[in-house]
């Protein structure tokens, strides 16, 4: 008799997950670096920074916005890779996949 296995069901090694959630790291830490400073350029540009920042759709309040949400992504990241214990088999579920960026969050 075969095993049933219901739903996605992956099984990773803690390197594989320590190479993923490192990438994770890297790629939200550069965004939020491209945030601020889009933000940081924009208020120097403008003519008056007062004002910019006062707009109900302010665009440096975006991407003020913006990079705080890679800020939360990036240190979530790091607090998993932190915590990955070495030699062991996660077992992943679809969710999981979605939360590491692998899976489309929109199934």
């Not at 940081?40 to 440096?60: C, I, R």
């Not at 990079?67 to 939360?72: G, Q, S």
Request: negative net charge.
């Amino acid at each position: 008799m075969s095993d049933i296995i219901k739903g996605i069901q992956i099984q990773i090694g803690s390197e594989e997950l320590k190479k993923i959630l490192s990438n994770l790291v890297t790629r939200h830490e550069s965004k939020m670096r491209a945030y601020e400073d889009n933000a940081k350029n924009l208020l120097e540009l403008a003519p008056d920074e007062e004002q910019v920042g006062k707009m109900s759709n302010s665009p440096v309040a975006t991407l003020s916005r913006s990079a705080d949400e890679h800020r939360k992504k990036a240190t979530y990241f790091k607090f998993l890779l932190e915590h990955v214990v070495d030699g062991a088999t996660y077992q992943l579920t679809q969710d999981d996949l979605n939360k590491l960026e692998i899976g489309s969050r929109y199934f």
